[in-house]
């Protein structure tokens, strides 16, 4: 059995991460760089849309990234589509924080479903991205193919959640 790693440890790795920013949104992504300098990160790109997303994912292989939902050209949703295409993408494994305005359940659901490792709304606090990130890392879900869905093993009470919606009438 491996050691818990130490708060200190947990932090250096955070403050080691490469993130890339995406969204369409000038403003969002400064605010999101900010809340990502507070959580000690250094190394920050960012992106205005999916498709300048894909190519810096590509030729800069950041080891998270923050993706809104909404974007004009390649939606979050499509971009996701696209990265988690193993054999097509590069790094179809890659950590995806989807970030969006939007928390309505069936965007969520359909999030889960693409593959995102995690969701997050608007406003967002750095505490908050921090968790995420620490999740991310340090309790990393194996990445699994499950007929059409390539991404992070689905968490087992989304799961139950769904099978019990499933079998739960509606009034």
Same mark, same amino acid.
């Given at each position: 059995?491996?050691?818990?790693?130490?708060?200190?440890?947990?932090?250096?790795?955070?403050?080691?991460?490469?993130?890339?920013?995406?969204?369409?949104?000038?403003?969002?992504?400064?605010?999101?760089?900010? %809340?990502? *300098? /507070?959580?000690?990160?250094?190394?920050?790109?960012? +992106?205005?849309?999916?498709?300048?997303? !894909?190519?810096? &994912?590509?030729?800069?292989?950041?080891?998270?990234?923050?993706?809104?939902?909404?974007?004009?050209?390649?939606?979050?949703?499509?971009?996701?589509?696209?990265?988690?295409?193993?054999?097509?993408?590069p790094m179809p494994a890659i950590p995806i924080i989807m970030l969006t305005g939007h928390c309505e359940r069936w965007r969520?659901?359909?999030?889960?479903? %693409?593959? *995102? /490792?995690?969701?997050?709304?608007?406003?967002?606090? +750095?505490?908050?991205?921090?968790?995420? !990130?620490?999740? &991310?890392?340090?309790?990393?879900?194996?990445?699994?193919?499950?007929?059409?869905?390539?991404?992070?093993?689905?968490?087992?009470?989304?799961?139950?959640?769904?099978?019990?919606?499933?079998?739960?009438?509606?009034?």
């Amino acid at each position: 059995m491996t050691p818990k790693p130490t708060k200190k440890e947990i932090e250096d790795l955070i403050q080691s991460l490469s993130v890339l920013v995406v969204d369409d949104n000038q403003y969002m992504r400064k605010m999101v760089r900010n %809340l990502l *300098v /507070n959580c000690g990160i250094k190394d920050i790109c960012e +992106a205005a849309d999916g498709i300048a997303a !894909l190519d810096a &994912i590509r030729t800069i292989g950041p080891d998270v990234v923050i993706l809104d939902w909404e974007m004009p050209l390649l939606s979050g949703a499509e971009l996701v589509r696209i990265v988690r295409s193993p054999g097509v993408f590069p790094m179809p494994a890659i950590p995806i924080i989807m970030l969006t305005g939007h928390c309505e359940r069936w965007r969520v659901v359909e999030a889960v479903r %693409l593959g *995102v /490792n995690e969701f997050l709304t608007k406003p967002v606090s +750095a505490k908050a991205i921090y968790d995420r !990130l620490v999740s &991310i890392m340090m309790q990393p879900r194996p990445v699994v193919q499950l007929g059409d869905y390539y991404g992070p093993e689905p968490r087992k009470h989304l799961i139950e959640t769904d099978e019990l919606a499933l079998k739960t009438p509606l009034a």
